[in-house]
């Protein structure tokens, strides 16, 4: 009992950690904004310049928001793969998420033809649109094939198989699309593989929200069966766990998340994998229904984190949030398993 | 037996279904009960088929043909929620679990009887610290599950099994990995757990020995898939036994204690001689170790006679016109006839 009180107060640690880095974060940037200004324009009021209001508004809360969702649902997604596969090395884009949805922006940026590039070009608001639209159609269309090859497959392990095969032939498809493409269309590509938490608009936020939540929720009603299968599928059969059912509704759920924050954010490494095991670590737990509230609020703070760092507060360059999540979270990740080990002995 | 029969099984044939639609075969014909209190070993060769028929019982496999009865009940009626109130499992190799300590681990078992959450109610909080009880594993219950041995692992496993109170428990090799007196803790706790909460238990064993000294009944299966049940003794005493375990003849049997040795090749015959009836017993097996054949009558060449004098054995080996020597342990004995 003490040990679980323990728990809850270090939830409660890092959802205020949380709070303060939401408000880091639309204090800082390449304008600084003052504390008590950002509160004011959170509440409806004026800051002291105009334009003030504007940026936090218009450019940070979305980007905020955007990253708080982000951070949750990969971390929620890895920690159901990991599970699920009984895999320490799944993260959301096991199953070819992240393939299909890099085939779907690559075709739309790279094999389209005049009018594809001027619709690029000449609209930027459009262009992110499609780009999401292309991103998201892709990976439905990977993750249905890999559902359907693998309705009859055995075990888990051939299902992880074919994801990585289909991932194979996605990523050959776009190495032959870079291969003939022109270089300005080869670099909007890439820009869209290094992943970013901006350029996701309020009215995008609106279809973003509910989808998170949604996949959230079935995640949540998905612990219990979760925890059965802790201890492997033929002992979460014998009690009473149908095995198709649940892998079939916890991939239903994690490809929600990781599929549509890859939509908007682009494929976003590192939270997926690392957030559910830093949480079992520090939590010492592999309870789902205590882990997916906790990965949740841990996962939304590390995504915050880096983007405030990412941002490289008081310069006007901006670093890829890919380039920070790794150099930055891999280290932390690194000292947290050795220390963890010597602890053990 | 007037027990009421918990799982019975009629014509039943496991094997397995190929993906051209042929069948293979491991056994048929299979008719099995088992009754409530029983402690039932499942024993027989590798590869006769132990781990499919056990699959198959709980469920996990379909029969290629014929029936199984839970109760009053076709087990491919039964609903997999509803079954895993009636069947628990035990596996070999105990799952790698990590930051999950014994109590949640065994509430695990609960799962069946639990809400879409799994909230543990006062009853199922019962049944768990019952099953720990059971399982002498109280004292685990807030320890990590990675940090335990082997043996104490699956303990634990099996008071998992116990918390989903199922009316029988199948458990494939739960004592593969563990040493001799482990092996009797659980085989204890399994016999004592039959009793007290009137289930049936069927477990499959390499160990020959444990499972003729503490099972209820013993379900030998043979090399081709033929299956026998009774009481161990009356397996030995019809032969089927012997005949399971060593199908070609290459060892010999003892009937006497149930076991096989590899037989003589030297063909050097010795008798032996002495009071001591635990001395004799004990050279007689040091010489059957080393493949000599140990004869009833006097008359043999060598003759081994085995003295006790205040506590200290001395073995006087004779014949074979050679002079009477001593030795003070059995290991200086068969050192020197090993090169007769």
Not at chain 2, 97 to 102: E, G
Not at chain 2, 131 to 153: C, F, I, Y
Not at chain 2, 175 to 183: G, N, S, V
Not at chain 2, 189 to 206: F, G, I, P
Request: charged share 15%.
């Amino acid at each position: 009992m003490k040990r679980n009180s323990a728990r809850h107060l270090l939830l409660l640690v890092i959802l205020f950690g949380c709070l303060i880095s939401i408000i880091l974060s639309l204090s800082l940037g390449s304008v600084k904004i003052p504390f008590d200004d950002v509160i004011t324009i959170l509440l409806g009021g004026e800051g002291e310049k105009s334009t003030w209001t504007n940026i936090v508004i218009q450019f940070r809360l979305p980007k905020v928001i955007t990253a708080l969702l982000a951070g949750a649902a990969l971390a929620v997604s890895g920690l159901q793969m990991q599970t699920l596969f009984q895999n320490p090395l799944a993260d959301p884009y096991i199953l070819g998420i992240s393939s299909g949805a890099s085939l779907g922006v690559s075709l739309v940026v790279l094999a389209t033809g005049t009018t594809g590039t001027l619709l690029l070009a000449g609209i930027g608001f459009f262009g992110d649109l499609s780009i999401a639209l292309a991103a998201c159609l892709g990976s439905a269309l990977v993750l249905f094939l890999v559902l359907f090859v693998s309705r009859n497959a055995r075990n888990t392990t051939t299902m992880l198989l074919i994801g990585l095969m289909i991932g194979y032939v996605t990523s050959a498809i776009v190495s032959v699309l870079i291969y003939f493409s022109l270089p300005e269309k080869i670099h909007t590509y890439l820009s869209w593989t290094f992943g970013s938490f901006g350029g996701v608009t309020w009215s995008q936020i609106r279809i973003f929200v509910p989808v998170i939540l949604l996949g959230l929720l079935i995640a949540m009603g998905l612990s219990k069966s979760l925890n059965a299968l802790l201890l492997g599928e033929h002992y979460a059969q014998s009690m009473g766990l149908h095995i198709k059912h649940t892998r079939m509704l916890t991939i239903l759920s994690s490809s929600l998340l990781a599929g549509i924050t890859t939509a908007f954010c682009g494929p976003i490494g590192f939270l997926g994998i690392a957030v559910p095991h830093i949480s079992r670590m520090i939590f010492d737990s592999n309870d789902h229904k205590f882990l997916i509230p906790a990965v949740t609020i841990l996962g939304a703070l590390i995504a915050v984190v880096s983007d405030i760092i990412a941002q490289l507060p008081g310069h006007q360059q901006v670093l890829p949030i890919n380039v920070v999540t790794s150099l930055i979270g891999v280290p932390v990740v690194l000292w947290v398993l050795l220390h963890r080990q010597r602890g053990n002995r | 037996m007037n027990t009421p029969i918990i799982l019975h099984t009629h014509g039943l044939t496991v094997g397995y279904h190929e993906k051209n639609a042929a069948k293979t075969t491991i056994a048929s014909g299979i008719d099995l009960e088992f009754h409530q209190g029983t402690l039932t070993c499942l024993i027989g060769p590798n590869g006769a088929g132990k781990s499919t028929l056990l699959r198959t019982l709980i469920g996990l496999q379909r029969p290629l043909a014929g029936e199984i009865w839970l109760h009053d009940l076709p087990l491919k009626s039964i609903p997999t929620r509803e079954l895993s109130k009636l069947i628990s499992i035990v596996l070999t190799e105990p799952p790698e679990t990590d930051h999950m300590t014994v109590f949640d681990l065994v509430s695990l078992g609960r799962h069946p009887y639990t809400n879409w959450l799994g909230k543990l109610e006062s009853y199922d909080k019962e049944a768990i610290f019952n099953a720990l009880d059971l399982t002498h594993a109280n004292a685990l219950a807030s320890r990590q599950v990675h940090t335990l041995s082997d043996g104490e692992r699956q303990k634990v496993m099996i008071a998992r099994a116990i918390a989903q109170e199922p009316i029988l428990m199948v458990l494939d090799e739960p004592t593969a990995f563990l040493d001799f007196p482990h092996r009797i803790d659980i085989l204890h706790m399994l016999k004592t757990l039959v009793l007290r909460k009137n289930c049936a238990v069927l477990l499959s064993t390499h160990d020959l020995e444990l499972a003729l000294n503490t099972a209820d009944t013993i379900l030998l299966m043979d090399q081709d898939g033929s299956l026998s049940h009774g009481a161990p003794e009356d397996h030995i005493l019809s032969g089927r036994y012997q005949q399971a375990f060593n199908p070609s003849g290459k060892f010999e049997f003892d009937p006497l204690n149930a076991s096989f040795h590899i037989p003589g090749h030297q063909g050097n015959h010795v008798s032996i001689v002495g009071d001591d009836l635990l001395a004799r017993h004990w050279t007689q097996h040091a010489f059957e170790r080393i493949g000599w054949i140990v004869d009833e009558s006097p008359s043999a060449p060598h003759c081994v006679y085995v003295k006790n004098e205040g506590n200290e054995y001395t073995w006087e080996l004779s014949g074979c016109e050679r002079n009477k020597q001593n030795f003070s342990s059995i290991a200086q004995l068969i050192a020197f006839c090993k090169n007769i």
